[in-house]
């Protein structure tokens, strides 16, 4: 046993050690188990937590970087205001009253004018922010709160969350035994013994990054894999079976599995007849995607596709891990909506070691929406995108990112006066079309930004800027994804001014609606929220880690409908292979591939101009997003944007190693280094998104060379799915040629 189990803080070889969940910022959104080492109030390393359920005291660069992020020299540490034009690097500091009491001030002007609606609150995908931000805006009374700002929340993990409510009611995970504290040694847990992971890398992805530690260690203890991925990514180079899908294709593979499950009878009968909904009509649709078409299709040889479908239901039990390749592309709804027939119909929901219902943890995910609520009817019927498509209907809160663009741009059906931008760096990172993101931007009066150093974002749009407190330097409710909670302690004195992003939140949140905000400070809100867990902040903190209870098979417990009846919370009681949601909101009910829209297929003659396959936003171990670009040590493990290029497709286009190309479309053009590799396929290309140059210069026009490397300029906004959500990010065509040739 650890000498130091049950302490939050000690004293260590003249340091004092705080233990802490890592919540950002900088890192990612989920939260590992460090141990902050402290002296004379200064960090001076970190080191995983040994004691943590998750990572078990590994930790991925992006934690180990922490002292260079703490303490380097351009963070943002005052409060400022800008006193030039927009894009002009011209600041004054000013203090924190006096920036709430601006902001504050401003954001009444504009609701009484223009209602609270014309107000809208942008988050990234970090810092803790979701739960005080949407409260934020909730309690101003803007229902416009979107998560991931213009980036299209709509095509990235939402259309997972949605398909799984409306088909299952409630969202799953691969199990890697993460719902217990005592994780792999749990009698109750069986270790899948095939895991297949579908548009993801579980060990440099972030979501759910700490999982990679579990997944590693199903992988030591003998789990095989089926890796789906255009890339041979680490986990594919290990994997029994690597099927290299043609980018967007998802679902074609997805059926032609399914074709063969069924026609073979390798599906679990029993959980089919007692606990699916429409199985006849799925068994009609999976013949139209016999093997040897879905192979066509997604370029998969058909044998492949076949062995992988038998290997996957003939694993028992068996898991599947997805990514955000399936959202992202544009009929992603019925992507996911066949990935989740699979589990489904081989026996793998909600069984150790398949596809597993989480623990609910006390409800805390959802305290975020807690002053939803209180919104006014008309202020709900105001919100962007509301009503436009019909599925939006289901649970999901957020506006659609494209839609607030559109918005932005025309003024129709009300304009948008200002911006709160909270640890997101909006056209430099995620959104597609970043120019169009950029001009709509441009049109707003009123923007504050919360973040830990000067970005495009920025330098570009903010009135007034706040400087964030990275997380060693404050308390949080540490959620660690849907597994556990513990507590973010606050290590180090912070530098300078910043301010947690909590605090901001409920000093601001106080001043625009008192009410809303009751408590007496951040340590009484954070009480109030971890009231359903029995424990306060202090008690929390002192115990490490926190785990609901957890228990399989739910659905046969009465565990998941409102009634207690056994069953799942969808409309018939059943997992939906046929969905009675799909066909309310006029959708097809069932699964089925639609080609990307733009590909060598749907548009052969623009295929020609631009031959290759583009896709992008594969992460990497070293960035979040565009986040620690400025990070000396981080850098220097990819110090430049990376386009992967085969090296046959590249001989023929003169590319050498290290090349600076540039990728181009009929709708933007950037320019990146190629790098040879033939772990992808001769007719597709992979480059990274996120970037930006902290070290150019900052003022317009350059805005830290944004418009250089930034691939989202090749990536439409418009082209939508059917349902809403879905867009083609990951399957786009382009063409490559060196820059000297330009
Ligand atoms: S996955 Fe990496 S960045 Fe995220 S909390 Fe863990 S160590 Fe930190």
């Not at 099927?243 to 599906?267: F, H, S």
């Not at 903190?541 to 926190?546: A, F, P």
Request: proline share 8%; aromatic share 12%.
């Amino acid at each position: 046993m650890d000498k130091n189990e049950g302490k939050w803080t000690w004293e260590e070889d003249g340091m004092k050690v705080v233990r802490s969940v890592a919540r950002t910022g900088p890192g990612c959104h989920y939260g590992c188990g460090v141990l902050l080492y402290v002296k004379d109030d200064k960090l001076i390393k970190v080191e995983g937590d040994p004691e943590f359920p998750i990572n078990k005291g590994s930790l991925c660069p992006r934690c180990t970087a922490l002292t260079e992020v703490v303490y380097h020299p351009d963070r943002l540490k005052y409060p400022l205001k800008r006193i030039g034009e927009r894009g002009e690097d011209k600041w004054e500091r000013i203090t924190w009253e006096e920036a709430f009491d601006n902001i504050a001030d401003k954001f009444n002007e504009i609701r009484s004018k223009y209602g609270p609606e014309s107000v809208f609150f942008c988050q990234g995908t970090a810092r803790d922010v979701g739960v005080y931000q949407n409260n934020l805006a909730y309690s101003f009374g803007s229902p416009n709160t979107l998560a991931f700002g213009p980036l299209h929340g709509h095509a990235c993990h939402v259309p997972r969350v949605i398909t799984t409510k409306i088909t299952t009611g409630v969202y799953e995970f691969p199990d890697y035994s993460q719902f217990f504290p005592n994780t792999h040694e749990n009698t109750n847990w069986r270790m899948p013994k095939c895991i297949m992971i579908w548009g993801n890398e579980p060990t440099a992805s972030t979501s759910p990054g700490s999982m990679g530690y579990l997944l590693m260690e199903c992988i030591k203890r003998g789990a095989e894999l089926i890796v789906i991925d255009p890339r041979k990514t680490w986990v594919a180079a290990r994997a029994k079976m690597w099927l290299q899908i043609r980018p967007g294709t998802d679902a074609a593979l997805a059926l032609g599995m399914l074709n063969v499950i069924i026609n073979e009878k390798l599906y679990d009968e029993e959980f089919v007849r007692d606990w699916t909904y429409g199985f006849d009509e799925l068994k009609k649709r999976v013949q139209e995607y016999p093997p040897e078409k879905a192979s066509k299709i997604t370029w998969i040889p058909e044998e492949q596709i076949i062995a992988a479908a038998r290997m996957y239901a003939a694993s028992e039990p068996a898991a599947i891990q997805w990514g955000v390749a399936v959202d992202q592309t544009k009929e992603c709804i019925p992507t996911i909506h066949a990935i989740i027939s699979l589990w489904s119909m081989t026996g793998n929901m909600d069984a150790p070691g398949g596809n597993v219902i989480g623990s609910g943890l006390f409800g805390l995910g959802q305290h975020g929406g807690s002053q939803y609520d209180n919104l006014n009817e008309e202020r709900k019927r105001n919100k962007i995108g509301a009503g436009m498509y019909p599925l939006f209907d289901y649970g999901y809160r957020m506006p659609p990112g494209a839609q607030l663009t559109e918005q932005l741009l025309s003024g129709e059906p009300y304009p948008l006066k200002a911006a709160w931008i909270q640890s997101t760096n909006t056209f430099a990172c995620g959104a597609a079309d970043s120019r169009r993101v950029y001009e709509g931007f441009k049109k707003l009066g009123f923007v504050v930004v919360v973040d830990l150093f000067m970005t495009p974002t920025a330098m570009a749009f903010a009135d007034i800027i706040l400087p964030a407190a990275t997380y060693p330097e404050r308390d949080g409710i540490g959620l660690v994804g849907s597994i556990c909670v513990g507590t973010t302690n606050k290590a180090i004195k912070p530098v300078e001014e910043v301010k947690s992003d909590m605090e901001i939140n409920f000093e601001l949140g106080k001043r625009l609606n008192p009410g809303a905000w009751p408590w007496k400070d951040v340590r009484e809100m954070f009480n109030s929220m971890l009231e359903p867990t029995g424990m306060t902040f202090e008690e929390l903190r002192d115990k490490g880690y926190l785990y609901d209870k957890f228990q399989y098979k739910k659905y046969e417990k009465g565990l998941l409908r409102t009634d207690g009846k056994p069953g799942f919370a969808t409309p018939t009681g059943k997992v939906e292979l046929y969905s009675t949601i799909l066909e309310k909101c006029n959708l097809d009910p069932l699964p089925y591939f639609e080609e990307p829209p733009e590909s060598p297929v749907s548009t052969p003659e623009l295929a020609e101009e631009y031959p290759f396959i583009l896709t992008t936003g594969a992460k990497t171990p070293v960035f979040f997003h565009s986040e620690h670009r400025q990070i000396p040590s981080l850098r220097r493990l990819n110090p430049e944007p990376i386009t992967e290029i085969h090296p046959d497709a590249a001989a023929k286009l003169c590319i050498k190693e290290g090349d600076w190309i540039y990728i181009e479309n009929r709708y933007g053009r950037c320019r990146q280094k190629a790098r040879l590799t033939e772990r992808i396929d001769p007719r597709v290309v992979h480059s990274q998104h996120g970037w930006w140059f902290p070290e150019k210069s900052g003022p317009e026009p350059s805005l830290f060379g944004v418009w250089e490397s930034n691939i989202n300029l090749l990536l439409p906004a418009g082209m939508v799915g059917k349902s809403g959500f879905g867009y083609p990010f990951k399957a786009q065509i382009c063409r490559v040629y060196p820059v000297e040739e330009a």
